[in-house]
Nanobody, 127 residues
Framework: QVQLVASGGGLVQAGGSLRLSCAAS????????MGWFRQAPGREREFVAA????????YYADSVKGRFDISRDNAKNTVYLQMNSLKPEDTAVYYC????????????????????WGQGIQVTVSS
């Protein structure tokens, strides 16, 4: 049973930065794409970013492109989300997730293609 544990969230002022981490245990994620999603109050969960299993390809939602950077360290079974130039509209609960297929990826932005999810971590950006 894979467990994903996110850390690094918190409260930050607009324009600030945070770095989220997602550590996997109980199974490997090195052969899987990994993604970050977020859900704000009253809104549906939305795609933020994803990274290929090799780390060579990344995908971003338009709303975070140029501000967020996703990376991974397969030796540590950990995925990161560096968030810069944060805006109040980035306030949400952030979730990391493991893509359901090994060595493959399509539609990384669709939550239904992910099988394991982290517990969610709050990010609050004050204006």
């Amino acid at each position: 049973q894979v467990q994903l544990v996110a850390s690094g969230g918190g409260l930050v002022q607009a324009g600030g930065s945070l770095r989220l981490s997602c550590a996997a245990s109980g199974g490997t994620v090195s052969s899987r794409n990994m993604g970050w999603f977020r859900q704000a109050p009253g809104r549906e969960r939305e795609f933020v970013a994803a990274i290929a299993w090799s780390g060579r390809t990344t995908y971003y939602a338009d709303s975070v492109k140029g501000r967020f950077d996703i990376s991974r360290d397969n030796a540590k079974n950990t995925v990161y989300l560096q968030m810069n130039s944060l805006k109040p509209e980035d306030t949400a609960v952030y979730y990391c997730a493991r893509y359901r297929l090994s060595y493959g990826s399509s539609n990384n932005n669709l939550s239904r293609h992910y099988d394991y999810w982290g517990q969610g971590i709050q990010v609050t950006v004050s204006s």
